[in-house]
């Protein structure tokens, strides 16, 4: 194994600068607001503001599996944090979400809005709220909810581990992308047996747990993320296969992951949302379940 230059850490961490990286620009040892920003607010009760990266996809293929569903209200507004741009540490935002991190929702359905952060609690509530998505069988319940809450104890060794020392960091070693891909592997070992016993997560039905792992651990099986899916042969997962297919054919799916996103084929963006309208023709015709 290769051995990067030698480390000693001093007594008492400073920070002096950025650490390099693809997103030292916006890191920071302290949490708050740095500026002054109010949030838009558009027509409907739910407001969101995020980015579609998989924490954020999360919510708005929730939404519209909500609306595909015929829950009207679930109609939503989707603002777009630009993350990159520092726009999560806005007095707006931080207000919402005082951690600064994306996807934040703000419910002005009833007299006091209700903030809510974390996109595995933002699922919870849409799923309590809406009474869908989510097995009312306790034993079913509990077994979706397992797996929910795996997903947001797992997925940072994914994205924060793996996927910043393989794509994002300034420099290669071999010893964190070791370390980091054979927890990811181990990983998809896991979603790999539990797949081979049943057709979703939570068991035979879709639910809020699917919707929570499939866009970090599908879209790394189906090549959308780190560009590693050679690295990582995911090909051999068969069962996370079958299963990362099968969500991503789902109209309310592809829809979602198109919202706020801003990177890709243009045809693949929408940066706000705001009506099912917001989604053009040539899209909705591509979003039909006929085209699935």
Not at 39 to 51: A, E, F, K
Not at 57 to 64: D, I, N, R
Not at 90 to 114: T, Y
Not at 222 to 235: D, I, M, P, R, S
């Amino acid at each position: 194994m290769t051995t990067p230059i030698d480390y000693v850490p001093p007594a008492v961490w400073t920070w002096n600068a950025p650490n390099g990286g693809q997103f030292a620009s916006i890191n920071r040892p302290t949490a708050g607001a740095t500026h002054d920003q109010d949030l838009p607010v558009g027509q409907h009760p739910l407001q969101l503001y995020s980015l579609a990266t998989p924490n954020g996809v999360k919510v708005t293929v929730m939404l519209e599996e909500l609306l595909a569903m015929g829950h009207r209200g679930a109609e939503y507004d989707a603002w777009l944090i630009r993350i990159s741009e520092g726009d999560q540490f806005g007095s707006g935002f931080v207000a919402v979400n005082p951690n600064s991190k994306i996807p934040a929702l703000l419910d002005r359905s009833a007299a006091v809005p209700q903030r809510v952060f974390e996109s595995g609690n933002i699922l919870l509530y849409l799923a309590t709220k809406f009474n869908a998505l989510l097995p009312e069988d306790p034993a079913a319940r509990t077994e979706a909810l397992s797996w929910l809450f795996w997903q947001m104890g797992s997925a940072p060794y994914l994205g924060g581990g793996f996927g910043h020392f393989y794509a994002y960091a300034p420099a290669k070693f071999e010893y964190p992308i070791d370390r980091f891909t054979m927890e990811t592997k181990r990983q998809l070992d896991v979603l790999d047996r539990r797949l081979a016993q049943c057709r979703h997560l939570g068991g035979d039905d879709y639910s809020i747990a699917d919707i929570a792992v499939w866009p970090w651990y599908g879209a790394l099986v189906l090549g959308h993320l780190y560009n590693a899916a050679e690295f990582l042969q995911v090909q051999t997962y068969t069962n996370v296969q079958r299963w990362a297919q099968e969500i991503a054919a789902r109209p309310a799916v592809r829809r979602g992951r198109m919202v706020n996103r801003n990177w890709g084929p243009a045809e693949e963006q929408l940066h706000e949302r705001h009506d099912a309208q917001d989604f053009d023709t040539r899209t909705q015709d591509k979003l039909s379940p006929a085209a699935g």
